[in-house]
């Protein structure tokens, strides 16, 4: 088991420290998703092979919804604004969906091994949230040009590294407070929590706190093992908040843009304190866990430390909500102030210091205000999935720039309308059933339908479950048995990994990690065992049935089939995943052998074409080499191709814009250059706005020239036709006066 868990953790820091953000187009990213996606088709094939027949699939409902969110995203390119980025989305789509796919398959193949995975997941956390604090211990070797003081390490996103400390802490709160298991590995539980509470605090990320909060709110709700959990919560809250509260109080941790001198002195410090927690944890890991273990509390001393626990969590709640009545607003206006400050997109944006943790504000109403003014231009269809960058532009207000809309509903909305979030609902809550077969979080399971004819709609449909006596226990035994709630080992594990998944889904309610792989293919490993493990109780006191490889008469026709198609499905989305890539390398080859070989030059600017004919990046080369090359009207209908293909992208009318601007005709530059100010209407900003961004600064430019320009044109063609008028006067007087010439000596005569 330890094995897997270590394969699991690898796999996990492979996605995070490979990927990275996952910002595209970044080459390692394309290079992960190809790389999980034939490991997934693979581990489908694979399970469907090796996995004995006759047992219940479950879990195909939220396979195929997300197979269908992914197919939406795909065929958003007929529509979407920024085709390219879309289609780009929709690799990284499919690859999420092999990666739940897999899951389901690993949970019905195997579904012992639960423990690897969480653990895996526990692991992979504190591995990544260990380096992140390295980066600020020891700055000049591991990120040197880093100016922030919040922890953004291996991401390069502080929220995404805050979401991976939440989401072990869940992990952490099953390994220390679960009854099975090696008491050590429960020991280490404790160092652990403290390393990756300190993570979160120094990462200030609001919305992975919310989502820790809450994620934890949801365990000591589901999961009996509280005063366990609460021990290791509070024991490595304990530590941490040491170390934070002086990680706070030194200025060259808590500030930005601070010299690395005076960085590397205050790291240096920060190590020593953190190697004392986490040794100082360890030791009262081991001293709990020797004590529990020696001399388990009774029942009447488990009741008073929960009623100490719950008066404590009581009078905190009586307590903020005092403090918030005796302010100058009052109870009512301190809450109704503190959502405005939420809402408002004119909202002031907390500085990256520790003091942004108390704030309310945020730059996301802003984003989400423009998200939600792209559905209304868009609301059926949407602008094209990973369109939203493009589409905001045309609805901003000021200068921020941002590719997401920081929250996965409003992303949707504005990326893929109605339609893309009717999906979104229906694979949540076919996912919700799914995953309430293996982990009952109210005790309780749906009747099936023909027992609900029978025995009608009591308890809304509810029924409790009983644990299964064993077959040699009495009747007696089975009778109180009977009644009794089981929480089995894997149980405690199903309900944690729920846990998890939720953290997650509320964090990307409020940001765009949904779009990072290293925290979205955790949960999505979660959530698709959690739908595919099926009733626990169905392999309640038996052995799963060992994995063989079966022969072609075991197999049968349908299973083969199955297994093939999933082989032949990856390879599709590889080859989908892998055109973009290859698009923009040749691109760069095209650029590189511009100045050398030209013919060399056009091929591969044309192969750029080829392999992505959705690219307006690829357009832009190829007209950037035939430009080269003396073929000016091939050029200018390349950028007119790109502008056909991308008419809504501010980029491609701009760029046929400069390219008739640079060659003498400014009047149709000028009617193109509008078309870029209609569509991102910032680029006619303030000066001071302009200035921050080049993009920007390179429109107005063009546009003012083009103006000039076309001002200095018409004024030399009315300059001539003032001209060709006053010769053309000139010209009939002197007919004039030689007319009158001509007849003046017969009026003499």
């Given at each position: 088991?330890w094995?897997?868990?270590l394969l699991s953790?690898?796999?996990?820091?492979f996605?995070t420290?490979?990927a990275?953000?996952?910002?595209p187009p970044v080459?390692q990213?394309?290079?992960?998703?190809?790389?999980?996606?034939?490991g997934a088709?693979?581990i489908v094939?694979?399970a469907?092979i090796?996995?004995p027949?006759?047992k219940?699939?479950?879990?195909l409902?939220?396979?195929g919804?997300l197979?269908?969110?992914a197919?939406l995203?795909?065929?958003?390119v007929?529509w979407?604004?920024?085709?390219?980025a879309s289609?780009q989305?929709?690799?990284?789509?499919?690859t999420y969906s092999?990666v739940?796919?897999a899951?389901?398959?690993l949970?019905?193949?195997?579904?012992?091994?639960?423990?690897?995975v969480?653990?895996g997941?526990t692991l992979?956390?504190?591995v990544?949230?260990?380096y992140?604090?390295?980066?600020?211990?020891f700055p000049?070797?591991?990120?040197a040009?880093?100016?922030y003081?919040?922890l953004q390490a291996?991401?390069g996103y502080?929220?995404?590294t805050g979401?991976?400390?939440?989401m072990?802490v869940?992990?952490c709160?099953?390994?220390?407070?679960?009854r099975?298991g090696?008491a050590?590995l429960s020991?280490?539980?404790?160092?652990?929590?403290?390393?990756?509470?300190l993570?979160?605090m120094l990462?200030?990320s609001r919305?992975?706190?919310?989502?820790a909060?809450?994620?934890?709110?949801?365990w000591?709700?589901?999961?009996p093992?509280?005063l366990?959990?609460?021990?290791?919560?509070?024991t490595?809250?304990?530590?941490?908040?040491l170390?934070?509260a002086?990680?706070?109080s030194?200025?060259?941790l808590s500030?930005?843009s601070?010299?690395?001198p005076?960085?590397?002195?205050?790291?240096?410090q920060?190590g020593?304190l953190?190697v004392?927690?986490?040794?100082?944890?360890?030791?009262?890991g081991?001293?709990?866990?020797?004590?529990t273990?020696?001399h388990a509390p009774?029942?009447?001393t488990?009741?008073?430390?929960?009623?100490v626990l719950l008066?404590?969590l009581?009078l905190g709640?009586?307590a903020?909500?005092?403090?918030?009545a005796a302010s100058?607003r009052?109870?009512?206006?301190?809450?109704?102030h503190g959502f405005?400050?939420?809402t408002?997109p004119?909202?002031?944006?907390?500085?990256?210091t520790?003091?942004?943790?108390?704030?309310?504000g945020s730059?996301?109403?802003?984003?989400?205000?423009?998200s939600?003014?792209v559905f209304?231009?868009h609301?059926?269809?949407?602008?094209?999935?990973r369109?939203?960058?493009?589409?905001?532009?045309?609805y901003?207000?000021?200068?921020?720039?941002?590719?997401?809309?920081?929250?996965f509903v409003?992303?949707?909305?504005?990326d893929?309308g109605l339609?893309?979030?009717?999906?979104?609902?229906?694979?949540?809550a076919?996912?919700?059933?799914?995953?309430?077969?293996s982990?009952?979080?109210?005790n309780r399971?749906?009747r099936r339908?023909?027992?609900?004819r029978?025995?009608?709609?009591q308890s809304f449909?509810?029924?409790?479950?009983?644990n299964?006596p064993?077959?040699?226990a009495?009747e007696?035994d089975r009778?109180k048995i009977?009644?009794?709630i089981?929480?089995?080992?894997?149980?405690?594990?199903?309900?944690?990994m729920?846990c998890l998944?939720v953290?997650?889904g509320?964090?990307?309610?409020?940001d765009?990690?949904?779009?990072?792989?290293g925290?979205?293919c955790?949960?999505?490993?979660?959530a698709?065992w959690?739908?595919?493990?099926g009733?626990?109780?169905?392999?309640?006191g038996?052995?799963p049935?060992k994995?063989?490889?079966?022969?072609?008469?075991?197999?049968?026709p349908?299973?083969?089939?199955?297994?093939a198609?999933a082989?032949?499905?990856?390879l599709l989305?590889v080859?989908a995943q892998w055109q973009?890539?290859?698009s923009?390398?040749?691109?760069?080859?095209a650029l590189?052998?511009?100045?050398?070989d030209?013919?060399?030059?056009?091929?591969a600017?044309?192969?750029?074409?080829?392999?992505?004919p959705?690219s307006a990046?690829?357009?832009?080369?190829l007209s950037?080499?035939?430009?080269h090359?003396?073929?000016s009207?091939?050029?200018?209908?390349?950028?007119?191709?790109?502008?056909?293909?991308?008419p809504s992208?501010?980029?491609?009318w701009k760029?046929?814009g400069?390219?008739d601007?640079r060659?003498?005709?400014p009047?149709?530059a000028l009617?193109?250059?509008r078309a870029t100010?209609y569509l991102?209407p910032?680029?006619?900003a303030?000066?001071?706005?302009?200035?921050?961004?080049?993009e920007?600064?390179?429109?107005?430019?063009?546009?003012?020239?083009a103006?000039?320009?076309?001002?200095?044109a018409?004024?030399?063609?009315?300059?001539?036709s003032q001209?060709v008028?006053a010769?053309?006067?000139?010209?009939?007087?002197?007919?004039a006066?030689?007319?009158?010439?001509?007849?003046?000596p017969?009026?003499?005569r």
């Amino acid at each position: 088991m330890w094995l897997l868990t270590l394969l699991s953790a690898a796999i996990f820091c492979f996605i995070t420290f490979f990927a990275g953000g996952g910002l595209p187009p970044v080459q390692q990213a394309t290079t992960m998703e190809i790389i999980l996606t034939l490991g997934a088709g693979a581990i489908v094939a694979a399970a469907v092979i090796l996995t004995p027949p006759g047992k219940r699939v479950y879990g195909l409902w939220p396979v195929g919804l997300l197979l269908a969110f992914a197919a939406l995203s795909a065929l958003s390119v007929v529509w979407s604004a920024q085709p390219d980025a879309s289609w780009q989305n929709a690799g990284l789509m499919f690859t999420y969906s092999a990666v739940f796919g897999a899951a389901v398959a690993l949970a019905r193949a195997a579904p012992d091994r639960w423990p690897a995975v969480l653990g895996g997941v526990t692991l992979a956390a504190v591995v990544v949230c260990g380096y992140a604090l390295l980066t600020k211990i020891f700055p000049a070797s591991l990120d040197a040009h880093d100016i922030y003081a919040r922890l953004q390490a291996p991401y390069g996103y502080w929220n995404a590294t805050g979401l991976t400390a939440a989401m072990g802490v869940i992990g952490c709160m099953w390994l220390g407070a679960r009854r099975a298991g090696h008491a050590l590995l429960s020991a280490l539980a404790y160092p652990a929590m403290g390393l990756l509470l300190l993570t979160l605090m120094l990462a200030y990320s609001r919305g992975a706190l919310v989502a820790a909060a809450l994620g934890l709110t949801l365990w000591f709700a589901v999961v009996p093992l509280r005063l366990r959990g609460a021990a290791v919560l509070l024991t490595g809250a304990a530590g941490a908040g040491l170390v934070v509260a002086w990680d706070f109080s030194k200025h060259a941790l808590s500030t930005d843009s601070v010299a690395l001198p005076a960085r590397v002195i205050a790291g240096h410090q920060l190590g020593v304190l953190l190697v004392a927690m986490l040794l100082l944890l360890a030791i009262a890991g081991v001293a709990i866990g020797f004590s529990t273990g020696r001399h388990a509390p009774s029942r009447v001393t488990r009741r008073r430390a929960g009623a100490v626990l719950l008066s404590i969590l009581v009078l905190g709640v009586i307590a903020f909500a005092g403090a918030l009545a005796a302010s100058h607003r009052g109870l009512s206006g301190s809450i109704s102030h503190g959502f405005h400050s939420l809402t408002n997109p004119h909202a002031a944006v907390p500085p990256n210091t520790p003091g942004r943790l108390t704030a309310i504000g945020s730059v996301r109403a802003r984003y989400w205000n423009e998200s939600l003014k792209v559905f209304q231009a868009h609301p059926v269809l949407g602008a094209g999935a990973r369109s939203y960058g493009t589409a905001r532009l045309r609805y901003r207000t000021e200068d921020l720039e941002a590719n997401d809309a920081h929250g996965f509903v409003v992303q949707t909305l504005a990326d893929l309308g109605l339609v893309g979030l009717a999906i979104a609902l229906a694979l949540l809550a076919a996912w919700m059933a799914a995953a309430g077969r293996s982990t009952h979080p109210f005790n309780r399971r749906w009747r099936r339908w023909g027992e609900l004819r029978r025995t009608g709609w009591q308890s809304f449909g509810w029924r409790a479950i009983r644990n299964p006596p064993a077959p040699s226990a009495s009747e007696s035994d089975r009778s109180k048995i009977g009644q009794r709630i089981t929480y089995s080992p894997e149980r405690i594990g199903m309900l944690s990994m729920l846990c998890l998944v939720v953290s997650f889904g509320i964090h990307s309610t409020v940001d765009w990690t949904w779009f990072v792989p290293g925290d979205a293919c955790v949960a999505l490993l979660c959530a698709g065992w959690l739908a595919g493990r099926g009733p626990l109780q169905a392999t309640a006191g038996s052995a799963p049935p060992k994995l063989r490889l079966q022969s072609l008469r075991e197999l049968g026709p349908l299973r083969m089939s199955i297994a093939a198609a999933a082989v032949i499905a990856a390879l599709l989305a590889v080859w989908a995943q892998w055109q973009p890539q290859r698009s923009a390398d040749a691109s760069q080859e095209a650029l590189a052998l511009s100045a050398s070989d030209p013919g060399a030059a056009r091929s591969a600017a044309q192969d750029a074409v080829d392999y992505d004919p959705l690219s307006a990046e690829a357009l832009f080369t190829l007209s950037t080499i035939q430009q080269h090359a003396g073929q000016s009207a091939l050029a200018r209908s390349t950028l007119v191709r790109a502008v056909h293909l991308q008419p809504s992208n501010p980029q491609t009318w701009k760029a046929l814009g400069e390219y008739d601007l640079r060659n003498g005709n400014p009047t149709a530059a000028l009617d193109e250059l509008r078309a870029t100010v209609y569509l991102n209407p910032e680029a006619v900003a303030p000066r001071s706005a302009i200035e921050r961004d080049p993009e920007l600064l390179a429109i107005q430019n063009a546009y003012v020239q083009a103006l000039r320009e076309t001002m200095l044109a018409k004024t030399a063609t009315a300059a001539r036709s003032q001209a060709v008028l006053a010769a053309r006067r000139a010209a009939l007087r002197r007919s004039a006066r030689r007319h009158r010439e001509s007849r003046s000596p017969r009026a003499a005569r």
